[in-house]
């Protein structure tokens, strides 16, 4: 790992919200993908039952 030789405490809190941000953005689309996922599932799951009872 680099040695980070900080001047002063501005480069260091850029870097600690940069560090945030992404963890936020990751976040964010981890959830995103997780519903989209679960509303595929669920969603397939009522068109076949949809389709089912609209047949018989």
Not at 36 to 48: E, S
């Amino acid at each position: 790992m680099l040695e980070q030789d900080w001047d002063d405490d501005t480069e260091y809190h850029r870097a600690v919200g940069c560090t945030w941000i992404m963890v936020v953005l990751s976040l964010f689309c981890c959830l995103l993908v997780i519903g989209l996922v679960a509303a595929a599932i669920f969603g397939a799951d009522v068109f076949l039952d949809l389709a089912e009872a609209l047949s018989g």
